[in-house]
């Protein structure tokens, strides 16, 4: 028997007036509850209760430890409400981090719809396109795309993107689209420093690498520049599936090379803790993977359709299975964004 149990049994038998009043109450033995406070008597090293045939009552000891005794057991037990009530209507400040292009495009409406559906949590969202360490810089949930190394934290996958090369439809119509990657040595390019090296991509053939040394026309460190850079014609980018997802829909950038295009790269939420331990971060947790899991731009593991957009997994559907409650939240937000790209699109 832990010493909490002892504890809360020497308790009931002062409260009750009986050894087996107490073990009524626990569904113990009679000899178990004596067992728990001879176990309590050998560690204080005092007799707790005075015992007669007829009647049990505490020594002064057992005073003063069943006083103690009680204000532990209601700490806990106001500890563990408090626990309860803080899963159920979390409050709080949740520091959220993701990526600069990931955050505005996909994050952000989510992190809107969440603040409307928990009006207690107050969110600092921070967008860094570098990784961030979760304990150090107090970050309670971080979107990382790439690989995990940091042990320390607990993951949920969300989803992949794939590293992909796009030209302006204008570009192709002039200049001829690359068959091949070392085609690109006589075209013009865009690098963007965040996905690839500003002097050389690489490419897979065979699964085996094919590295294509490149004089670019223009170098940037913004997704956002190599995209207009791409849409006007002044060259051929490299980004990341999702970066481009709304010029492909648009017609404005194409997908080209793309049987050359490397293996996925994941996409996770981090958090620091165990699932359960805080309202907050776990009913964002869970307020925001299924949305995720069933964006079609993060499910590039089954390859590209014909539009360029990567294929969900088998089954999906976006946003298809999210509760009522939070979709309430989240259609005007949608509404709002579909409404913003079909104005971009006339324009």
């Known amino acids: 028997m832990d010493r909490l149990r002892e504890m809360e049994v020497f308790v009931a038998i002062i409260e009750r007036g ?3 009043a107490a073990s009524e109450k626990f569904g113990l033995s009679r000899a178990a509850v004596s067992r728990a406070v001879n176990s309590l008597e050998a560690r204080l090293g005092a007799q707790l209760l005075a015992r007669t045939t007829r009647s049990v009552r505490p020594t002064d000891a057992g005073v003063a430890y069943v006083e103690a005794c009680r204000k532990l057991l209601d700490g806990i037990t106001d500890a563990e409400s408090h626990i309860a ?3 159920a209507n979390p409050v709080g400040t949740l520091t959220i981090t993701a990526p600069v292009q990931l955050g505005q495009r996909v994050i ?3 992190i809107n719809a969440y603040t ?3 009006p207690d949590v107050s969110v600092n969202a921070v967008y860094l396109d570098r ?3 979760l304990l150090e810089e107090g970050v309670d949930i971080a979107i990382r795309i790439g690989h995990l190394e940091d042990s320390s934290t607990y993951a949920v996958r969300l989803g992949s993107v794939r590293r992909q090369t796009f030209a302006s439809p204008a570009y192709l119509a002039e200049h001829g689209e ?10 013009h390019c865009v ?5 690839s090296q500003p002097l050389e991509w690489m490419f897979y053939e065979n699964n085996s690498k094919i590295p294509v040394r490149l004089q670019p026309r223009l170098i940037v460190n913004l997704a956002p520049a190599a995209i207009s850079a791409a849409e006007d014609g002044v060259g051929i980018t490299q980004l990341l599936s999702y970066q481009a997802a709304t010029e492909v829909s648009s017609g404005s950038l194409v997908p080209i090379l793309r049987a050359y295009e490397p293996e996925s790269t994941p996409v996770n939420l981090l958090h620091v803790e165990r699932r359960g331990t805080s309202g907050k971060i776990r009913s964002f947790v869970e307020f925001v993977t299924e949305t995720l899991r069933n964006n079609p731009h993060l499910q590039c593991e089954s390859g590209l359709t014909t539009e360029g ?6 089954g999906s559907r976006e946003l298809a299975g999210h509760s009522e409650t939070h979709m309430q939240y989240l259609q005007p937000l949608i509404q709002s964004l579909d409404n913003s790209a079909a104005m971009r699109s006339s324009r």
């Open 108 to 110: 952000a409406p989510l």
């Open 131 to 133: 990784p961030t360490r």
């Open 116 to 118: 409307l559906r928990y």
């Open 178 to 187: 690359p068959r091949h990657p070392r085609d690109l040595a006589s075209h």
């Open 18 to 20: 009986s050894f087996s």
């Open 309 to 314: 957009e990567c294929t969900p997994r088998q």
């Open 85 to 87: 009530t803080d899963l």
């Open 191 to 195: 690098s963007f420093t965040g996905v």
